[in-house]
């Protein structure tokens, strides 16, 4: 960082005036933010898809884009007798009467006798909020008559609006659980990692603000874009700007224990760590900033939302973490550190112990570190093997939903397919052989009859398939009905409906993997070169973070099969891949910033490097430990997609933390010296100014007495 900046936000002035535009500005944005996040996921299927299409077409007919919830009756064991059809009656009257309820047609009874299915049509037009009232009051009406239904009667209520109702109830009230668990996990991490009752106050306060600035913001970032910004992108961002600012923190108020023990003018000694930590930080940030940014190229809306709003949440947390934290711990004397208070010319802890022991390993036997490092790598990323793609709606949460079990219920004795049928639309004109070809595709149980819209241009018919939507024979079926009405000539029948939106979205996932995850690695390694100033480290930086990558999707993937969760969610391959390369990278910068600098100073890579490794070994391993808890906080919301990113990303960053940054990178820059930084080399005091400190010199005093070897002071 700039001198004159990095001296004028640690003065008194300086951070008075830092302070205060923080708290004036953060006012302004709590006053004039516009509404929250919706309270359910969005996942913007692009224009064009055929179930996007579908959509929009719909509204030429009489229903409009009209959605139905199905009540699933059933007696366990039995079949259904005449009071419990006389219930069933009962209970068509009470739906009826319920708020935005269209007319509701008679129930069927399934084939074994044991079931009843009776679909209720909401009013065309309803916007979430209502539909979601909606469904609440249905259910509420069906328990208020439970006492009139026979015993062993069961009546629940499944469907596309009881699919959505039960996933946006997921997230009621999850951004003040999220925030109050992320809180408490940064907060003991951090008094942990501090071992003082004070200063872990400070950070916490200052990227606690970041977080809740951040959350005023995506409101506007949505309005940019023209998409909304929900919850399941703010919980994302949340834990983001919490693990990354508290990353920057730990970093910087390190560097700044080491210049207390240097400097005696507290203030001096806060600058002084400003600019030595300055630039790393920058560019990690930089680096997660521009990877999160390729989500933009995507074709999925959320996944550009979240690209957009996320590399905003870094951004704010590298403000907070390198400007506002500083400033703060300006005003703050040296006592905020006891009981562990750094004077001048005391012992540096950072290159004692431990990490001065496994900075001896690995610089005494770097091959054979590198070798079982890259077994353990190898050995987990086995798990990819048996790892599987997609899930089903009932697969969606991890917790018991009434939508789920209705449907379970209803696959037992109905085609499973019945609560999320297809709709075809095609010309009027061929209407026959639209309906033909759609009776007679193999998957497909049931067809309605067609209905023209108010033109007469058009028809529209909707198919219930034998499987569930968003399973591997579902798609199958889509994708086969489709190619058969692609062949009738003059039909231009398009295939919608929620089995075809979840092909659809599964193929739109599937492009954003093929393009985003190339890009990912180009900007990263651009971004690593100029900041290295190297071609060799950015390509092994790079190599490490893909392979450790694989062994954290393996690893979790063996997790989620022991907890009989079947598969990934088809979102989650991409994001979990993107943070992980660019999380995993931060560390990297952290560890080979500060291994240049040393290699200057020493005049040597691999004294330098062993050197980093020991002043950094701590802190890195405590922002590793942290941003994975953080992550792994993402468990507490009751969806699928969130508990494996959360698992995913956080079994790969202490993967990243404890084995690639702690072994394998140090060992790599010891087999390769000088040509580490090629082409070109650390520059500074090195030969020219400072003794070469031979590494075997080196390496002779750690078989004496690690701690003189690698502190190197």
Same mark, same amino acid.
């Given at each position: 960082?700039?001198?004159?900046?990095?001296?004028?936000?640690?003065?008194?002035?300086?951070?008075?005036?830092?302070?205060?535009?923080?708290?004036?500005?953060?006012?302004?944005?709590?006053?004039?933010?516009?509404?929250?996040?919706?309270?359910?996921?969005?996942?913007?299927?692009?224009?064009?898809?055929?179930?996007?299409?579908?959509?929009?077409?719909?509204?030429?007919?009489?229903?409009?884009?009209?959605?139905?919830?199905?009540?699933?009756?059933?007696?366990?064991?039995?079949?259904?007798?005449?009071?419990?059809?006389?219930?069933?009656?009962?209970?068509?009257?009470?739906?009826?009467?319920?708020?935005?309820?269209?007319?509701?047609?008679?129930?069927?009874?399934?084939?074994?006798?044991?079931?009843?299915?009776?679909?209720?049509?909401?009013?065309?037009?309803?916007?979430?909020?209502?539909?979601?009232?909606?469904?609440?009051?249905?259910?509420?009406?069906?328990?208020?008559?439970?006492?009139?239904?026979?015993?062993?009667?069961?009546?629940?209520?499944?469907?596309?609006?009881?699919?959505?109702?039960?996933?946006?109830?997921?997230?009621?009230?999850?951004?003040?659980?999220?925030?109050?668990?992320?809180?408490?996990?940064?907060?003991?991490?951090?008094?942990?990692?501090?071992?003082?009752?004070?200063?872990?106050?400070?950070?916490?306060?200052?990227?606690?603000?970041?977080?809740?600035?951040?959350?005023?913001?995506?409101?506007?970032?949505?309005?940019?874009?023209?998409?909304?910004?929900?919850?399941?992108?703010?919980?994302?961002?949340?834990?983001?700007?919490?693990?990354?600012?508290?990353?920057?923190?730990?970093?910087?108020?390190?560097?700044?224990?080491?210049?207390?023990?240097?400097?005696?003018?507290?203030?001096?000694?806060?600058?002084?760590?400003?600019?030595? &930590?300055?630039?790393?930080?920058?560019?990690?940030?930089?680096?997660?900033?521009?990877?999160?940014?390729?989500?933009?190229?995507?074709?999925?809306?959320?996944?550009?939302?979240?690209?957009?709003?996320?590399?905003?949440?870094?951004?704010?947390?590298?403000?907070?973490?390198?400007?506002?934290?500083?400033?703060?711990?300006?005003?703050?004397?040296?006592?905020?550190?006891?009981?562990?208070?750094?004077?001048?010319?005391?012992?540096?802890?950072?290159?004692?112990?431990?990490?001065?022991?496994?900075?001896?390993?690995?610089?005494?036997?770097?091959?054979?570190?590198?070798?079982?490092?890259?077994?353990?790598?190898?050995?987990?990323?086995?798990?990819?093997?048996?790892?599987?793609?997609?899930?089903?709606?009932?697969?969606?949460?991890?917790?018991?939903?009434?939508?789920?079990?209705?449907?379970?219920?209803?696959?037992?004795?109905?085609? &499973?397919?019945?609560?999320?049928?297809?709709?075809?639309?095609?010309?009027?004109?061929?209407?026959?052989?639209?309906?033909?070809?759609?009776?007679?595709?193999?998957?497909?149980?049931?067809?309605?009859?067609?209905?023209?819209?108010?033109?007469?241009?058009?028809?529209?018919?909707?198919?219930?398939?034998?499987?569930?939507?968003?399973?591997?024979?579902?798609?199958?079926?889509?994708?086969?009905?489709?190619?058969?009405?692609?062949?009738?000539?003059?039909?231009?029948?398009?295939?919608?409906?929620?089995?075809?939106?979840?092909?659809?979205?599964?193929?739109?996932?599937?492009?954003?993997?093929?393009?985003?995850?190339?890009?990912?690695?180009?900007?990263?390694?651009?971004?690593?070169?100029?900041?290295?100033?190297?071609?060799?480290?950015?390509?092994?930086?790079?190599?490490?973070?893909?392979?450790?990558?694989?062994?954290?999707?393996?690893?979790?993937?063996?997790?989620?099969?022991?907890?009989?969760?079947?598969?990934?969610?088809?979102?989650?391959?991409?994001?979990?891949?993107?943070?992980?390369?660019?999380?995993?990278?931060?560390?990297?910068?952290?560890?080979?910033?500060?291994?240049?600098?040393?290699?200057?100073?020493?005049?040597?890579?691999?004294?330098?490097?062993?050197?980093?490794?020991?002043?950094?070994?701590?802190?890195?391993?405590?922002?590793?430990?942290?941003?994975?808890?953080?992550?792994?906080?993402?468990?507490?919301?009751?969806?699928?997609?969130?508990?494996?990113?959360?698992?995913?990303?956080?079994?790969?960053?202490?993967?990243?933390?404890?084995?690639?940054?702690?072994?394998?990178?140090?060992?790599?820059?010891?087999?390769?010296?000088?040509?580490?930084?090629?082409?070109?080399?650390?520059?500074?005091?090195?030969?020219?100014?400072?003794?070469?400190?031979?590494?075997?010199?080196?390496?002779?005093?750690?078989?004496?007495?690690?701690?003189?070897?690698?502190?190197?002071?």
């Amino acid at each position: 960082m700039g001198e004159r900046f990095a001296s004028w936000i640690t003065s008194r002035i300086g951070a008075a005036v830092v302070l205060l535009s923080t708290v004036a500005l953060s006012a302004l944005v709590f006053l004039g933010s516009p509404d929250q996040p919706a309270p359910g996921p969005v996942t913007g299927l692009p224009e064009g898809r055929q179930s996007t299409r579908v959509t929009e077409l719909r509204d030429r007919f009489p229903g409009g884009r009209a959605e139905s919830a199905l009540v699933v009756f059933e007696r366990a064991g039995a079949p259904l007798g005449e009071a419990d059809r006389t219930a069933i009656e009962a209970a068509q009257r009470t739906a009826a009467a319920v708020t935005h309820v269209a007319d509701v047609p008679p129930a069927r009874f399934s084939d074994d006798g044991r079931a009843a299915l009776l679909p209720v049509p909401f009013d065309a037009g309803l916007d979430a909020p209502t539909r979601n009232a909606t469904v609440d009051e249905l259910r509420a009406a069906l328990r208020g008559t439970g006492s009139a239904l026979p015993d062993g009667l069961t009546a629940q209520v499944t469907g596309g609006a009881a699919f959505g109702r039960d996933i946006s109830a997921a997230f009621e009230g999850a951004d003040v659980t999220l925030l109050a668990a992320t809180a408490i996990v940064v907060a003991l991490l951090l008094l942990v990692t501090y071992r003082s009752p004070f200063l872990w106050i400070v950070p916490l306060a200052v990227i606690g603000l970041g977080d809740q600035v951040t959350a005023k913001l995506l409101p506007w970032l949505g309005q940019l874009i023209g998409e909304p910004t929900d919850a399941s992108i703010a919980g994302i961002v949340s834990v983001l700007v919490f693990g990354a600012g508290t990353d920057y923190a730990l970093l910087l108020i390190s560097r700044y224990r080491e210049e207390l023990r240097r400097t005696p003018d507290r203030r001096a000694a806060l600058a002084a760590a400003v600019r030595a &930590a300055g630039p790393a930080i920058v560019g990690s940030a930089g680096t997660v900033i521009l990877a999160l940014l390729t989500l933009l190229t995507a074709v999925l809306t959320s996944n550009r939302t979240l690209g957009l709003a996320a590399a905003a949440g870094v951004a704010v947390a590298l403000v907070f973490g390198l400007v506002v934290l500083p400033a703060a711990l300006a005003f703050l004397p040296r006592g905020a550190f006891w009981p562990l208070v750094p004077t001048v010319g005391s012992a540096d802890s950072s290159a004692t112990g431990i990490w001065a022991r496994v900075a001896g390993i690995v610089g005494r036997r770097p091959r054979l570190v590198l070798a079982g490092a890259a077994l353990v790598l190898i050995a987990l990323s086995a798990g990819l093997l048996t790892t599987k793609i997609g899930l089903s709606q009932t697969e969606q949460f991890r917790t018991e939903v009434e939508s789920v079990q209705a449907q379970e219920v209803l696959a037992a004795h109905f085609p &499973a397919g019945s609560s999320q049928p297809l709709t075809v639309v095609a010309n009027a004109a061929a209407a026959d052989a639209v309906t033909a070809t759609v009776r007679t595709t193999p998957g497909v149980a049931a067809v309605g009859k067609p209905e023209v819209s108010t033109d007469g241009a058009l028809v529209q018919l909707t198919a219930q398939l034998d499987h569930e939507s968003g399973t591997p024979d579902a798609d199958r079926t889509v994708t086969a009905l489709r190619e058969g009405l692609a062949a009738l000539d003059g039909a231009e029948a398009l295939v919608g409906g929620q089995p075809a939106a979840d092909l659809d979205q599964r193929d739109a996932n599937a492009r954003d993997n093929a393009v985003v995850a190339p890009l990912v690695l180009g900007v990263v390694l651009l971004v690593l070169i100029v900041l290295l100033r190297s071609i060799v480290a950015p390509l092994l930086l790079l190599l490490t973070v893909v392979v450790s990558f694989a062994a954290s999707l393996g690893a979790a993937s063996l997790v989620f099969a022991a907890l009989d969760i079947p598969a990934l969610a088809s979102s989650v391959p991409l994001l979990s891949f993107l943070f992980l390369v660019a999380l995993g990278v931060d560390y990297n910068i952290f560890l080979v910033s500060r291994a240049r600098e040393e290699a200057a100073l020493r005049g040597d890579t691999r004294a330098g490097m062993l050197r980093a490794l020991s002043a950094t070994g701590g802190v890195i391993t405590s922002a590793g430990v942290l941003l994975a808890a953080v992550f792994t906080v993402l468990g507490v919301l009751p969806v699928i997609v969130l508990t494996q990113l959360g698992v995913i990303v956080g079994v790969g960053v202490l993967l990243d933390t404890l084995l690639v940054r702690t072994l394998v990178v140090p060992a790599l820059a010891m087999l390769l010296s000088e040509r580490f930084w090629w082409p070109s080399r650390p520059s500074g005091h090195g030969p020219v100014n400072a003794p070469r400190e031979p590494v075997a010199a080196l390496l002779r005093q750690t078989d004496q007495d690690p701690v003189k070897a690698v502190a190197g002071s």
